[in-house]
């Protein structure tokens, strides 16, 4: 088993930033890549980002490219989001998950709320 911890959410303003920190434990060796999923009220749970821990290709969803970015260090098993001029829009609860196997997301972390205001 993977266990997975984020840290780093919390209330800001529009256009602030905020550092999400995702910690991974246990067969850490098994994992492929890491990604950042988000659920906010009433809407389904999306994928923000995602990184593999070989080649360090990052994947972004439109809605976040050229504010967010996603970063991983393979020493301390720790993947990052940082995440710059915040919008209301990106107020959700942000996972942090780690695939296993090819097509999916095996363990999840417990998630850590973002909440943007105006």
């Known amino acids: 088993q993977v266990q997975l911890v984020e840290s780093g959410g919390g209330l800001v303003q529009a256009g602030d930033s905020l550092r999400l920190s995702c910690a991974a434990s246990g067969r850490t060796g098994a994992s492929r890549a890491m990604a950042w999923f988000r659920q906010a009220p009433g809407k389904e749970c999306e994928i923000v980002s995602s990184?593999?821990?070989?080649?360090?290709?990052?994947y972004y969803t439109g809605s976040v490219k050229g504010r967010f970015t996603i970063s991983r260090d393979n020493a301390k098993n720790t993947v990052c989001l940082q995440m710059n001029n915040l919008i209301p829009e990106d107020t959700a609860v942000y996972y942090c998950a780690t695939s296993l196997v090819p097509g999916q997301y095996d363990y999840w972390g417990p998630g850590t709320q973002v909440t943007v205001s105006l």
């Open positions: 990184i593999r821990w070989s080649s360090g290709t990052p």
